[in-house]
């Protein structure tokens, strides 16, 4: 393995942390949608680094899942953040808190 | 224990065929005429086939008429076990008997027809499950499935207040039944740990070796689920409101066979799996039935809704029945069981007529009902002849009943039996008030003045008939149970 | 024969549940014809059975009704003299009453149900009588219970009738409640509840036990028969139409309870306190219902404490334990009673549905037959000399003198006081209604001929009913006690005693009428006095029961219902729903819908678990 395990571990803590903060700092549903998809691909690039370090085919079959998930995912959540655009002419999540108890 | 006697699995045919016609019903959903059809025509197939089971099984046996034992979940020791024996015929009869008047009553349901029918049919499925299963998890997942269709049937068929009385109806019985769900687990775990066969079997549990503080804590929370279905004084407070708001045929349900199924439960499953713990509560048992035995008559002589008064006089009855039970002796037995039955046939009648006045006049008030004899004597003959059988008029259907309990109980307890039978007065103060002012008296003016119609008069003869026969010729049905009584009441206290 | 035994309840029975089920469908005349038919025909079976029944009885089993371990209750049937006499003046009284009924009730729609309940009553009177085991016996008690409930109420438009029919089921029940409980004794005691056992071991009991059963079969039979305290049902239960008082509050329902202590004799007989407690009761409620009759307006009370009063003397005889004495005097009081009940009804019609006494008068002029009918039951209630009233009644008073203690005296004179009461309410009853002339505005109803036919005869067997127990003073030689077997019944008293009773007897029976004679030959209406008003009002009996049970019990259901059900048990359960609620509430800040809030939460929890794991690594 050429690059440290280390260094792996940096990037994809950073990417996920800019990732986490991107949704916890945005209002704009497609940024938070953004956000949400840098901290799954942080943890695929983890879990690809991890397979190789230690030379096991478990972590990239997981990662092939995970892609197959996020698109699913992003094609329904873009999906229904259009149809909330068309319901309220915004894509601000401030204006979707009806589901207060 | 006798395997299977006969080819046909009798006792799955018996328990799946109205589920059957339930999923038939959805189908159908489009045509109310169909499903009517459709559910009366189960039904009545229902009770023809434990008709036949009650003729040809070589009934008065102590074991088991017909048992069937299939493996189901097998990693868990999960069997599919049913047993069939006197106690559960004559059970089985009653619910499929009362499902059809149930079914007839409704039949010109206009909201969601298939939909009602369905549960009525689940319903039945449910009950007859509890009253055939002999595995722990089996019997669970019936119990719990009699309640969710009569939480609809409750909350969307119901009158005014039906979603509080739904509601309330639900979380009780749930309430007791989640016990009884950890009692049953912790009680395999421990049958496992002790022998190493880990299995939900009720005949195997009993052999279960337990401590008497164990026992007493297992039993507490069997009984919870079984005393909240009873309903025994103080755990009653569910009943009277889900009897007054269901509708016509799920009062008929609840009071003819839901409280039913708590009695046996215990009979079947509480006393003899846990037996010290039994012994040690029968005085409690018998003191709040006695209690609640004057209590519910004492409520019930103020109420005025006429479909409250039935409801408490149910919870009255039900405390002579567990009465019986904690006499714990044969002859009080048989009086128990039979004054059940003669209960769900006569309370079962009185919640039919109700809704029949109720469709004449459109009130339960009893302040607005009176003199219907003039108008519709017929229904009014037979009100008169349903009451005076609820309040235990001899050769009339609840004082066979009755009077068995008071000689089973005073034989070994003359001080409970002695304040027991003043409990029958106060059946006729309350009952006689319900008489007068819906039948006698100054005329209310109904404004539907008809009499009864022919769907009525074939749901109130056979109901009329079984209230005098049951209450003149109770000797077959004693018959039936006697030995599967001997057997629960072997080798106990 | 035992066939004819079984047809015995059967044919009331079969006619009673014909009308009840096809009778609305019926033509008229075929109603009263099938309930006439079917007593007649019990009537006529009672005949013919009537040879068997002498010894031993004859007795048949016709099916199993309840068993259950050691307790069997078969529906069995036993006619013994004592049995085989009541059920032939049951069916004797009934078919007359039947007949009469069919003319009284000419014009009511609802003859049908008047008559199923009519039938269904002589069966479960005779079901009574006949039955051969305490609990079969319980279900005619019960029966008759019910019947009458139905035919007191029968008017049932006025809801005060309907009233009357339930304080008439509610207070006998009370007294059942003692019959059941003493049922359940004698079971438990003797594992059995065939009469016949119980009487033959009832000497193997402990005297205590023994009074106590004894008690209790009191009670129930205070109950049916009321008699103190349970006897504030009797004047309201004439709410009903007037054959069902003839028939059910006069000659048969009233007199079971005599008939059910005359039945367990041997058991009851054990216990000289329980004899005492009935002639006492016997004694008082003689007396009391006496004085009460004195003060009523409405002819059919007048006999109802009239009743009262004359089964309080069979109760009397039975707590002297002269069965002879009780069963002469409740045969001979069935034939009067009924005959003035159904005069009652006649002179009813003819004032034009006037019940009150006191605007009759001059009832000799509308009708002279109705007039000497009637008068001859008042002379046998009021025990003018040789009617058959004056006889029994006799035979009751001087048993008590014979017996000769302090105890027994006291009550042989409290008996003659009431003989002299009974005597003046009579002809008081006598003078208002046929003296003078008539006060009233109303212009009499025809009389159905069938409802005239039926009084002669009965009028007969209360004249000369005496002849049935003729003592031997006067040439006879008491059949009666013989028949029931019951030699020691009879009297062994020296002659110049027994002439002077009679004299005593005919004393007050003159010094009655000689008051009624100058006190109500012309009506003088005054204001009621206090004790006038005392007595009409039963002394206030239904006021104190009012005050003393009643109000009390009502108090009591409200406390259970409103106190207790839906204060204490919903108002716990309610708390415990909003304390659930109140929680909800206080957490529903934390779904506030805000996404960030959410998503906040989610890093909050990832940094508790991160901060977990690293301590764990830390350790």
Not at chain 3, 45 to 50: K, R
Not at chain 3, 217 to 236: E, F, H, R, T, V
Not at chain 3, 383 to 403: E, N, R, Y
Not at chain 3, 485 to 499: A, I, K, V
Request: proline share 4%; hydrophobic share 55%.
């Amino acid at each position: 393995m050429i690059v440290p395990l280390e260094h792996v571990l940096i990037l994809s803590t950073i990417l996920f942390l800019l990732g986490l903060v991107c949704v916890l700092v945005r209002r704009n549903l497609i940024m938070i949608l953004i956000g949400v998809e840098i901290m799954l691909n942080a943890v695929g690039l983890l879990l690809v680094g991890a397979s190789a370090f230690w030379q096991q085919i478990d972590g990239q079959v997981m990662v092939i899942f995970l892609m197959a998930m996020t698109s699913a995912e992003v094609s329904i959540s873009l999906a229904m953040v259009v149809y909330l655009n068309r319901r309220k002419g915004t894509v601000d999540v401030r204006a979707f808190d009806e589901m207060r108890g | 224990m006798a395997e299977t006697t006969t080819g046909l699995p009798f006792l799955s045919l018996l328990l799946w065929l109205p589920l059957l016609g339930a999923l038939l019903c959805l189908l159908c959903y489009r045509s109310a005429t169909v499903c009517r059809w459709l559910t009366l025509g189960t039904t009545i197939l229902v009770l023809l086939v434990s008709l036949w089971l009650a003729f040809a099984g070589s009934t008065g046996e102590a074991g088991w008429l017909l048992f069937e034992d299939r493996s189901w979940i097998e990693p868990f020791g999960i069997r599919y076990t049913l047993g069939l024996d006197g106690i559960s015929l004559l059970l089985i009869l009653l619910t499929a008997f009362l499902q059809v008047i149930a079914v007839l009553i409704s039949w010109d349901m206009r909201k969601h027809p298939a939909f009602f029918f369905a549960l009525v049919l689940l319903l039945e499925t449910g009950i007859i499950g509890v009253f055939l299963a002999l595995d722990l998890v089996l019997f669970y997942l019936f119990w719990e499935l009699m309640l969710i269709p009569m939480f609809f049937l409750i909350g969307v068929w119901g009158h005014e207040r039906r979603v509080y009385a739904a509601v309330k109806f639900f979380l009780f019985t749930l309430a007791g039944s989640l016990l009884l769900l950890l009692a049953i687990i912790s009680l395999y775990l421990l049958h496992g740990e002790q022998t190493g066969v880990y299995t939900f079997a009720l005949a195997a549990l009993k052999q279960t070796e337990l401590s008497f503080g164990q026992e007493l804590l297992y039993y507490l929370c069997f009984m919870a689920a079984f005393v909240v279905k009873v309903p025994l004084f103080p755990f009653h407070s569910w009943l009277p409101d889900a009897h007054t708001e269901a509708p016509a045929a799920g009062s008929v349900d609840l009071a003819g066979l839901l409280l039913k199924t708590g009695v046996y439960g215990m009979i079947r499953f509480a006393f003899p799996l846990f037996p010290q713990a039994t012994e040690k509560s029968l005085p409690v048992l018998a003191g709040l039935a006695l209690i609640g035995l004057f209590y519910a008559a004492w409520i019930a002589y103020l109420q005025f809704d006429i479909k409250r008064i039935v409801a408490y006089s149910s919870i009255s009855h039900l405390g002579f029945v567990i009465l019986g039970l904690a006499a714990w002796n044969q002859t009080a037995w048989e009086g128990s069981l039979l004054l059940m039955i003669n209960h769900g046939v006569t309370t079962g009648a009185l919640f039919v007529m109700i809704a029949m006045i109720r469709q004449r006049t459109g009130t339960r008030e009893i302040d607005k009902l009176g003199g219907l004899w003039k108008t519709q004597p017929n229904l009014s003959a037979f009100f008169l002849l349903f009451c005076f059988a609820s309040l235990g008029l001899p050769g009339l259907a609840n004082f066979a009943g009755e009077i068995l309990i008071l000689v089973g109980v005073f034989a070994s307890h003359p001080v409970w039996g002695a304040i027991a039978v003043g409990g029958v007065l106060f059946a006729a103060a309350y009952m006689l008030r319900l008489v007068q002012e819906v039948i006698w008296g100054s005329s209310c003016e109904p404004f539907d003045k008809s009499d009864l119609c022919q769907r009525e008069w074939l749901i109130l003869i056979p109901l009329a008939l079984l209230v005098v026969l049951l209450g003149c010729y109770p000797q077959p049905a004693l018959e039936v149970m006697r030995g599967p009584i001997q057997l629960l009441l072997g080798g106990m206290p | 024969m035992e066939l004819l035994l079984a047809l015995i309840p059967l044919l009331p029975l079969v006619g009673g549940v014909a009308n009840a089920c096809f009778g609305s469908r019926l033509p008229r005349p075929a109603q009263a014809m099938i309930a006439s038919g079917a007593v007649i025909g019990s009537f006529l079976a009672t005949l013919g059975c009537w040879p068997g029944a002498a010894g031993d009885g004859i007795r048949t089993t016709l099916f199993t009704w309840l068993q259950s371990g050691s307790f069997t209750a078969e529906v069995g049937l036993l006619f013994d003299p004592l049995a085989a006499l009541m059920a032939l003046m049951v069916t004797g009284v009934a078919s007359l009453i039947h007949l009469y009924a069919a003319g009284y009730m000419e014009d009511d729609s609802d003859q049908a149900r008047f008559f199923a309940l009519l039938n269904l009553f002589v069966f479960a009177m005779l079901t009574i009588i006949l039955a051969d085991n305490l609990l079969l016996m319980f279900l005619g008690w019960e029966g008759v219970g019910f019947c009458s409930y139905g035919l007191i109420g029968f008017w049932y438009h006025k809801g005060e009738n309907a009233s009357a029919g339930r304080k008439a089921f509610i207070v006998t029940r009370i007294g059942d409640l003692f019959f059941t409980v003493g049922l359940l004794w004698l079971f438990a005691l003797f594992g059995t509840i065939g009469i016949e056992a119980i009487n033959a071991r009832a000497a193997e009991l402990d005297p205590t036990t023994l009074t106590l059963i004894a008690l209790l079969l009191l009670g129930g039979a205070c109950g049916k028969s009321a008699q103190l305290p349970l006897m504030s049902w009797l004047p309201d239960a004439m709410a009903g139409p007037t054959p069902v008082s003839a028939l059910i509050h006069a000659a048969t329902m009233v007199t079971a309870g005599v008939y059910l202590l005359c039945r367990l004799f041997p058991l009851v007989s054990l216990s000289p306190v329980a004899l005492g407690t009935i002639a006492c009761v016997g004694a008082f409620t003689a007396f009391y219902a006496a004085t009460c009759a004195l003060a009523q307006r409405e002819i059919k009370r007048v006999l109802a404490y009239s009743t009262m009063s004359q089964v309080g003397y069979m109760f009397l005889a039975v707590g002297l334990g002269s069965v002879s004495a009780a069963m002469f005097h409740l045969l001979t009081h069935a034939f009067f009673k009924a005959l003035l009940f159904m005069g009652a009804g006649c002179l009813i019609n003819l004032a034009g549905h006037e019940n009150d006494i006191f605007q009759m008068g001059g009832m000799a002029k509308r009708s002279k037959t109705v007039f000497w009918l009637f008068l001859a039951g008042l002379f046998c209630l009021a025990g003018a000399p040789l009617t058959g009233g004056f006889f029994s009644k006799d035979l009751i008073l001087a048993t008590a003198f014979a017996k000769g203690e302090l105890f027994f005296m006291g009550l042989y004179a409290l008996g003659v006081l009431t003989a002299a009461l009974t005597s003046l309410y009579s002809f008081r009853l006598a003078y208002l209604v046929f003296a003078g002339d008539f006060r009233g505005e109303e212009l009499p109803h025809e009389l159905p001929k069938l409802m005239l036919w039926t009084l002669p005869l009965l009028a007969l067997f209360g004249l000369a009913g005496g002849l049935l127990n003729l003592p031997h003073l006067f040439g006879g030689h008491s059949w009666l006690t013989g028949w029931l077997g019951r030699d020691g019944d009879l009297l062994q008293l020296p002659l110049e005693m027994e002439y002077l009773l009679l004299s005593v007897a005919l004393t007050v029976f003159l010094l009655g009428w000689l008051i009624a004679h100058f006190r109500y030959r012309k009506l003088r209406v005054s204001e009621p006095g206090c004790l006038c008003g005392f007595f009409l009002s039963g002394w206030r009996c239904d006021a104190f029961f009012d005050r003393l049970l009643i109000r009390p019990f009502r108090v009591l259901c409200r406390f259970c219902w409103q106190g207790v059900d839906t204060g204490l048990i919903d108002g716990l359960l309610e708390g415990f729903a909003r304390t659930c609620l109140n929680w909800g509430q206080a957490l529903r800040f934390f779904a506030d819908g805000k996404i960030s809030r959410y998503l906040q939460g989610f890093v909050w929890g990832l940094l508790l678990i991160v901060g977990w794991f690293l301590l764990q690594a830390v350790r």
